[in-house]
């Protein structure tokens, strides 16, 4: 088995956008569900979004609504993350968590597999 692997954070300016991606064996990622969450310091981890790989459903936290965008792709078997209209409040470290348990996405505690998180920075 493998760890989930975050990619594509960085230092951003306010308004600006950022694509995450989250990689694993692609026979892996296929059988479960993918979230994202994120977690700046001092601050509770919060869910941000996830998608149900085989039935291609997103789903969104409160934090995740409106400017992000969550997505599957089949041909590198990633799992996409659109941060879109950044703010500075949005800096934090973004992880990717698979589960395999499809009844509450979001639910940190169903999530088996985390990656080591992305940071992402917004400045002002």
């Known amino acids: 088995q493998v760890l989930p692997v975050e990619s594509g954070g960085g230092l951003v300016q306010a308004g600006g956008s950022l694509r995450l991606s989250c990689s694993a064996s692609?026979?892996?990622?296929?059988?479960?569900?993918i979230g994202w969450f994120r977690q700046a310091p001092g601050k509770e981890r919060e869910f941000v979004a996830a998608?149900?790989?085989?039935?291609?459903?997103?789903y969104y936290g409160e934090v995740g609504k409106g400017r992000f965008t969550i997505s599957r792709d089949t041909i590198r078997n990633t799992v996409n993350l659109q941060l879109n209209s950044l703010k500075p409040e949005d800096t934090a470290v973004y992880y990717c968590?698979?589960?395999?348990?499809?009844?509450?996405?979001?639910?940190?505690?169903?999530?088996?597999?985390w990656g080591q998180g992305t940071q992402v920075t917004v400045s002002s």
């Open positions: 998608i149900r790989w085989n039935a291609d459903s997103p």
């Open positions: 968590a698979l589960s395999s348990d499809a009844s509450y996405v979001n639910r940190a505690s169903l999530y088996v597999y």
């Open positions: 692609g026979r892996t990622i296929t059988a479960y569900t």
